[in-house]
Structure formats: C-alpha cells, structure tokens
C-alpha cells in the first residue's frame, strides 16, 4: 500500500464519529440478551449436576420474569473493564483496545486488517487520544448516548415477561435452552418494543449459575414505522454470546447483529455489527482518562498476529 492509500485508511479507521460499541449501545437487542443475564435468586444450586428441564420446577415465563427482576436490580452494579475488541467497520476489519472510564469509552486502535499500525498511523491514532486528554467533550457526548439507551432500555425490560411467551426447549449439555416467540395479545406501546415483539429464537443459560450463554432471534415480520412512510426493518439477525470473566461476573464476548431495511430505530445500532471482545480485565469505577490512557498503551497485539504482521 503506498503512503497515501494507508494515511487515507488510517484516517477512515479512526477519523470520524465513533458509534458505541459496547453493550449499553446496543439497546432494544440487548434487552433479550439481559432476560437471561444474571441469576435466579433461589434454586439455582439445584441444577447443577441434574437435568436442567427437570430440576427447574418454576414455568418458562417465570423463569424469565424472575432473571428480568434480577437484571434491574443489578443494573447499577455493572462494572467497568478493559478488553480487546475485534470489529468490522465498513470494508475493515479493526483491531483496538477498549476501556471504559467515568467519562466514556476510550479505544486504541491496533491494527487494520489485521496488519499493525505503522509509526506514522501509529502516531495518528496516539495523537488522537492526546486530544480527548485536553478535550473529552466527544466522549462525554458519546457516553450521553450510552446513559440515554440505558434508561430506555430499563424501561423496555420491564415489558418483556408480557412481549413474548417462553418455553422450556430441552438442554444443550450443561447448558438449558428457552425458545421465545411474540406474544399474539400484546400490543407494543412504542416504535422501539414494537422491534423487540417481533423477534423470535431461544436462549442458552447456564445451569450452574443460571446465566446468559447464548442468544440467537430473528425477526419473523415486517416491521412498519408511520405505515412505512417513516421507514421499515425488513429482516434481521442478531447473535449474542456471554462469557465469565470473574465469579458471578459476565460479559459480552461476541456480537453479530445484522438488519435490514430503510431506517433503523436507535441512533446506536448499526445495520451490521460484528464484534468479538477478549482479555477482559476489570478497572477502578472511577478510572480516570489519563489513567485510562496508560493502560490502553499497555496493551498489545497477540504475539501470533505481531509475528505475521512482520513477516
């Protein structure tokens, strides 16, 4: 790649405004991701080494009612964490380090497409943080929009025991599975849970702890805005994985989420979204940005990727 073509790829990598990656952002598609997020507050020890369907004695719908009362109430316990992140943007394929800080997410660009950066990109992108040092208003902004899905999707977990019915669907070795589909008498009182009522799939749960393995849905119909005059979403996928990354403490280790349509509700989400995230480690609630910067400048890519890079 000559001089010019990789500047103008850095440039696009790491130039324009950022759409938040991390799981606040993905809103209404999160919600079903948190019906299953945390534990029951009783019964779980009775699964663990038994049949999950059999040891269960609570209905599908109650199981989730009682996970969705546990997700609220844990909200605000979330921690904040370091990690590696793997995403798709446009053609590329980016490589970053990601913290969150009290003052919003903060990233590292690595590599692009799977090659490192070289010193002038490198210097690019460590110019840019440099910015946000003296100037943190972008990430304030950006974490404006994370409080503000937030909220809205608090408000939407509430409504999902009555959106859909739930029902037991056997076991994937430790792992017990609940398929979900729209409940036909529920009436969406919003543009955002009239989305979510529209997907159907299933849930994979963690026995032992009763957590959140695995979430794959689909949208089974059309969804209209203003009798689509507004827009519409035509089709859609999304996938979820979870992984514990210290005790009783998970996190979102893959994202593919695609949609298809006209418009798109929630300013946060993009059309398609495709992130693996790894390498978690936990940091101070109130982590400062030039604390946040240091450790982003610790991180470094895996030593097997480094060695192709320079090869």
């Known amino acids: 790649m000559n001089r010019r073509g990789t500047e103008n790829s850095v440039c696009d990598a790491v130039g324009k405004p950022r759409k938040l ?6 809103a209404a598609l999160s919600v079903l991701l948190g019906m299953a997020g945390y534990a029951l507050s009783a019964g779980v020890d009775s699964v663990t080494g038994h049949d999950p369907v059999q040891a269960f004695t609570p209905t599908a719908g109650e199981l989730v009612r009682a996970v969705v009362a546990n997700e609220l109430s844990d909200r605000e316990k979330l921690r904040k964490w370091i990690c590696m992140v793997e995403k798709r943007e446009g053609t590329q394929t980016l490589t970053e380090a990601v913290v969150e800080t009290k003052n919003g997410p903060l990233f ?3 590599a692009i497409d ?3 950066l070289n010193s002038g990109q490198r ?3 460590d110019a840019r943080i440099g910015k946000l040092m003296k100037d943190p208003r972008p990430l304030l902004k950006l974490k404006q929009a994370q409080d503000d899905d937030e909220l809205k999707l608090q408000k939407l ?3 999902m025991p009555q959106a859909f019915v739930f029902d037991y669907d056997g076991a994937e070795g430790n792992l017990l599975r609940v398929k979900f589909r729209p409940n036909p008498g529920y009436v969406p009182p919003t543009y955002e849970a009239r989305v979510i009522h ?4 299933f849930i994979l749960i963690d026995s032992k702890q009763a957590r959140l393995a695995k979430i794959s849905g689909q949208l089974i119909k ?3 805005f203003g009798f689509g005059l507004l827009g519409r979403i035509d089709s859609g996928t999304l996938e979820f994985e979870r992984v514990e ?5 998970w996190k979102t280790a893959f994202i593919n989420i695609h949609l298809s349509g006209r418009a798109v509700i929630f300013k946060t989400i993009n059309k398609d979204q495709y992130e693996r995230r790894s390498e978690f480690s936990a940091v101070p609630g109130d982590l400062s940005l030039s604390d946040a910067r240091d450790l982003l400048f610790t991180r470094t890519l895996p030593l097997a990727q480094t060695a192709e890079t320079n090869n």
């Open 108 to 110: 590292r660009l690595l």
């Open 198 to 201: 529209s997907l159907a799939g």
């Open 21 to 26: 990656g991390l799981l606040p952002a993905l």
């Open 222 to 224: 059309q969804v209209t």
């Open 157 to 159: 977990l509430g409504l």
């Open 245 to 249: 990354v210290g005790p009783q403490q």
């Open 114 to 116: 799977g090659t490192a």
């Open 123 to 125: 210097q690019q992108d």
